[in-house]
C-alpha cells in the first residue's frame, strides 16, 4: 500500500495549511488513518498528531486540540488534516499513516514519504 502526502509548505505563525494523503494499493479496508510528526533534529520518535478511524471517531495530541481538525473519505481512502492557528512548535515533517486489511486478506500498516511544514515569521 502506498501513500502519497501532499500540502505542505511554509506559513507564517497563526496561518493555516491543509494536508492531504491519498493511499493505494490492494486495499480491502482502512481502519486507521492519521497524521504524526517529527521535529527537525529528528532525535525523538515520530510523535502522534490526530487519527481517524473508519467510524469517524477522532483523536488529537493536547498541543495541537482545537486547533486541527482531521477528516477522511473512506470511498477515496484519502485523510487530510486542516490546521489553523499554526505555531512555530509546530514546524516538523508530516506523516500519514494508514492500517488496515488487504484485498489478500493480511493486515497492512503503511507510511507516507513525509512534508515539510514550517511555521516562521
Known amino acids: 500500500v502506498q501513500l502519497q502526502a501532499s500540502g505542505g509548505g511554509l506559513v507564517q505563525p497563526g496561518g493555516s495549511l491543509r494536508l492531504s494523503c491519498a493511499a493505494s494499493?490492494?486495499?480491502?479496508?482502512?481502519?486507521?488513518m492519521g497524521w504524526y510528526r517529527r521535529d527537525q533534529d529528528q532525535e525523538k520518535e515520530r510523535e502522534p498528531v490526530?487519527?481517524?478511524?473508519?467510524?469517524?471517531?477522532?483523536a488529537y495530541a493536547e498541543s495541537v486540540k482545537g486547533r486541527f481538525a482531521i477528516s477522511r473519505d473512506n470511498a477515496k481512502n484519502t485523510v487530510s488534516l486542516q490546521m489553523n492557528s499554526l505555531k512555530p512548535e509546530d514546524t516538523a515533517v508530516y506523516y500519514c499513516?494508514?492500517?488496515?486489511?488487504?484485498?489478500?486478506?493480511?493486515?497492512?500498516?503503511?507510511w507516507g514519504q513525509g512534508t515539510q511544514v514550517t511555521v516562521s515569521s
Open positions: 499513516n494508514a492500517r488496515g486489511i488487504l484485498l489478500t486478506g493480511g493486515g497492512f500498516t503503511s
Open positions: 494499493g490492494s486495499i480491502f479496508s482502512i481502519n486507521h
Open positions: 490526530a487519527n481517524i478511524t473508519s467510524y469517524g471517531n477522532t
